[in-house]
């Protein structure tokens, strides 16, 4: 009944821009905390940026400045704004959506920085 989609990633140089979408169903979205995680080849997962039902926002260290997590209630939807993108930024992107002990993920959606 619930699910989380991902939608944007793609192949882009160093230093260019994605926006990546999280379109969600069967949940009432503005209730949740929203949280982009990532993977990359061998790694670890990573939390990139979260946002909670009260708008507020954190970053990693490593994307601080460069992305912005947004939401838009009307769409039920969350956004990851990606600028200046760097070869490291390489990794399948995940949503979670979280409140209490719900969690739910979406597929994923792979970024690649390759010049």
């Known amino acids: 009944q619930v699910q989380l989609v991902e939608s944007g990633g793609g192949l882009v140089q160093p230093g260019g821009s994605l926006r990546l979408s999280c379109a969600a169903s069967?949940?009432?979205?503005?209730?949740?905390?929203m949280t982009w995680y990532r993977q990359g080849p061998g790694k670890e997962r990573e939390l990139v940026a979260s946002i909670t039902s009260g708008d507020r926002t954190n970053y990693a260290d490593s994307v601080k400045g460069r992305f912005t997590i947004s939401r838009d209630i009307a769409k039920n939807t969350v956004y990851l704004q990606m600028n200046s993108l760097k070869p490291e930024d390489t990794a399948a992107y995940y949503c979670?959506?979280?409140?209490?002990?719900?969690?739910?993920w979406g597929q994923g959606t792979q970024v690649t920085v390759s010049s």
């Open positions: 069967g949940i009432f979205f503005s209730y949740y905390t």
């Open positions: 979670n959506a979280a409140w209490s002990s719900l969690h739910y």
